[in-house]
């Protein structure tokens, strides 16, 4: 028999369409046993950046690390220098996200301490990529013993070996929530950032848990404090529902059973487009206390305007400028991939959402006047804080549906690698409902979308002089105010 040899043909110039050389001889392979040789052919400029474990296009931030391996963590790029950052500004967000918190998370005690090990020197960012890590320290490799052989129902075990061929059986790996943790401490680093330099508050909390559903306007979004927030194991600010809420909770708990839930995320403050004139001087000013540090084109005219506001006692305005863009990429849309792309995740609402299908459109409209400042304001804002895809300075806010925790201590039917038919009970410590715990991973993830969009509208919008009629100068608090708390 002649030996034969399977090639590719060529594609856009390079030598093989899979990029790899395939070849055996029919004389001495049988096609159970075959050779494959691979030698990489396709060029640098058609090669693809695929991976899936970064985020962010200006403020970028990549997580690494596995539930049952040495550690955790992310890498945060892009990153602006000269902000004081230290681990307690991530390390509030991550005792919020950690294990064992309480009787209605899993049981896993981990502190998931973190440490910054570079681009961050003497208090201060650098500007060069800053690397996190927490380590692993409560693993039980052992109780995934018949996850290595059955898939759970509903968990990503099947679909990772499906992708990769192989997959990390020890707490589901990348899948695992724990991989959570690196976006919650880039998270901390965008939120303090953004409160430093548009005053910019970024609040979620359970509305919902199982059949549990909290009335609409029982909370106050204009006073919700984190506080309140914060003031039970449930994250739900209403006491009466949060004790509903634990009892839903418990009820599957002890059965071995899980449900889901409903987080509600809200911006304050986030970064607005300005129209008219609020000050003696026509323009609208940032906070009581500023300082005017870019636009160096504008530098002399923008000091002028803030030293006025300041002596004439002017009434203050947050930093005024849209985030988003038309089309593709809108605020709301970077907000629900965000959001989407958290585990557990399985809907996401913004605004009036799935409900503003059921009103005309003179019920749904929100109309615009102006305020006692001069501000072009929304009486109502079923929009979202959203409209064309850029934030208008209303509130903004969404909700996120997340699934019942797929491994339950109850008896399910599965297969097997193999694909025999069988039943699995799973061990290990997981949550019986993931939304108390999510809270401040929705708010991570918001955060970052905001940050990122935040660079770009200076990248874009504020390279050139502005239009001081229809735009507002970027301002941002004196040094002084930068080593405050947030």
Same mark, same amino acid.
Not at 71 to 96: K, N, T, Y
Not at 113 to 124: D, F, H, P, Q, Y
Not at 280 to 292: A, K
Not at 474 to 479: G, K, M, V, W, Y
């Given at each position: 028999?002649?030996?034969?040899?399977?090639?590719?043909?060529?594609?856009?110039?390079?030598?093989?369409?899979?990029?790899?050389?395939?070849?055996?001889?029919?004389?001495?392979?049988?096609?159970?046993?075959?050779?494959?040789?691979?030698?990489?052919?396709?060029?640098?400029?058609?090669?693809?950046?695929?991976?899936?474990?970064?985020?962010?296009?200006?403020?970028?931030?990549?997580?690494?690390?596995?539930?049952?391996?040495?550690?955790?963590?992310?890498?945060?790029?892009?990153?602006?220098?000269?902000?004081?950052?230290?681990?307690?500004?991530?390390?509030?967000?991550?005792?919020?996200?950690?294990?064992?918190?309480?009787?209605?998370?899993?049981?896993?005690?981990?502190?998931?301490?973190?440490?910054?090990?570079?681009?961050?020197?003497?208090?201060?960012?650098?500007?060069?990529?800053?690397?996190?890590?927490?380590?692993?320290?409560?693993?039980?490799?052992?109780?995934?013993?018949?996850?290595?052989?059955?898939?759970?129902?509903?968990?990503?075990?099947?679909?990772?070996?499906?992708?990769?061929?192989?997959?990390?059986?020890?707490?589901?790996?990348?899948?695992?929530?724990?991989?959570?943790?690196?976006?919650?401490?880039?998270?901390?680093?965008?939120?303090?950032?953004?409160?430093?330099?548009?005053?910019?508050?970024?609040?979620?909390?359970?509305?919902?848990?199982?059949?549990?559903?909290?009335?609409?306007?029982?909370? #106050?979004?204009?006073?919700?404090?984190?506080?309140?927030?914060?003031?039970?194991?449930?994250?739900?600010?209403?006491?009466?529902?949060?004790?509903?809420?634990?009892?839903?909770?418990?009820?599957?708990?002890?059965?071995?059973?899980?449900?889901?839930?409903?987080?509600?995320?809200?911006?304050?403050?986030?970064?607005?487009?300005?129209?008219?004139?609020?000050?003696?001087?026509?323009?609208?000013?940032?906070?009581?206390?500023?300082?005017?540090?870019?636009?160096?084109?504008?530098?002399?005219?923008?000091?002028?305007?803030?030293?006025?506001?300041?002596?004439?006692?002017?009434?203050?305005?947050?930093?005024?400028?849209?985030?988003?863009?038309?089309?593709?990429?809108?605020?709301?849309?970077?907000?629900?991939?965000?959001?989407?792309?958290?585990?557990?995740?399985?809907?996401?609402?913004?605004?009036?959402?799935?409900?503003?299908?059921?009103?005309?459109?003179?019920?749904?409209? #929100?109309?615009?006047?102006?305020?006692?400042?001069?501000?072009?304001?929304?009486?109502?804002?079923?929009?979202?804080?959203?409209?064309?895809?850029?934030?208008?300075?209303?509130?903004?806010?969404?909700?996120?549906?997340?699934?019942?925790?797929?491994?339950?201590?109850?008896?399910?039917?599965?297969?097997?690698?193999?694909?025999?038919?069988? #039943?699995?009970?799973?061990?290990?410590?997981?949550?019986?409902?993931?939304?108390?715990?999510?809270?401040?991973?929705?708010?991570?993830?918001?955060?970052?979308?905001?940050?990122?969009?935040?660079?770009?509208?200076?990248?874009?919008?504020?390279?050139?002089?502005?239009?001081?009629?229809?735009?507002?100068?970027?301002?941002?608090?004196?040094?002084?105010?930068?080593?405050?708390?947030?």
């Amino acid at each position: 028999m002649a030996s034969s040899a399977l090639t590719s043909k060529s594609f856009l110039g390079s030598s093989r369409i899979d990029g790899a050389s395939l070849s055996f001889d029919l004389r001495k392979s049988s096609l159970s046993s075959v050779q494959i040789s691979l030698r990489s052919r396709i060029p640098k400029k058609l090669q693809i950046n695929a991976a899936g474990s970064t985020f962010g296009t200006n403020f970028r931030v990549t997580t690494f690390g596995e539930s049952h391996g040495g550690g955790v963590g992310c890498i945060i790029d892009g990153c602006p220098p000269r902000i004081p950052l230290s681990e307690a500004d991530m390390q509030f967000d991550l005792d919020r996200r950690r294990p064992g918190q309480s009787r209605i998370t899993t049981p896993r005690k981990e502190t998931d301490t973190c440490k910054i090990s570079s681009g961050v020197s003497e208090g201060l960012t650098t500007g060069t990529p800053i690397h996190v890590f927490v380590p692993n320290t409560d693993q039980r490799g052992f109780d995934y013993s018949e996850m290595s052989v059955a898939y759970r129902p509903s968990h990503a075990d099947a679909t990772y070996d499906m992708k990769y061929g192989v997959r990390s059986v020890q707490g589901g790996g990348r899948s695992s929530a724990r991989e959570t943790i690196g976006r919650v401490a880039a998270g901390g680093v965008a939120k303090k950032i953004l409160k430093l330099y548009a005053g910019t508050e970024i609040l979620a909390y359970v509305s919902q848990a199982h059949k549990v559903v909290l009335p609409e306007g029982v909370v #106050d979004h204009e006073s919700l404090t984190l506080d309140q927030i914060e003031s039970n194991i449930a994250r739900c600010p209403d006491p009466e529902y949060a004790e509903k809420m634990i009892a839903a909770i418990d009820a599957v708990r002890v059965k071995g059973d899980s449900v889901g839930g409903v987080v509600t995320c809200i911006v304050r403050n986030a970064p607005r487009n300005k129209a008219g004139n609020s000050t003696s001087t026509g323009q609208m000013i940032n906070y009581n206390s500023v300082l005017v540090v870019f636009l160096d084109s504008h530098y002399t005219k923008l000091v002028e305007l803030v030293e006025n506001a300041l002596q004439n006692k002017t009434k203050a305005n947050y930093l005024a400028l849209g985030l988003g863009s038309p089309v593709f990429d809108k605020l709301e849309a970077e907000l629900a991939k965000a959001a989407m792309s958290l585990p557990a995740t399985k809907g996401f609402e913004f605004g009036s959402g799935f409900a503003g299908t059921l009103l005309t459109g003179s019920e749904h409209n #929100d109309e615009f006047y102006t305020d006692e400042h001069g501000r072009i304001r929304t009486r109502t804002n079923r929009s979202g804080g959203i409209q064309g895809g850029i934030s208008n300075g209303e509130i903004i806010y969404m909700r996120i549906a997340f699934k019942p925790t797929s491994t339950i201590g109850k008896k399910q039917h599965t297969v097997t690698r193999d694909k025999k038919e069988t #039943d699995i009970i799973a061990r290990g410590r997981h949550d019986p409902c993931v939304v108390p715990r999510a809270v401040p991973m929705v708010e991570a993830m918001v955060a970052l979308v905001l940050m990122d969009q935040l660079m770009a509208q200076y990248s874009q919008c504020y390279l050139l002089p502005i239009n001081l009629e229809l735009q507002e100068p970027l301002i941002a608090p004196r040094p002084e105010a930068a080593n405050a708390s947030v």
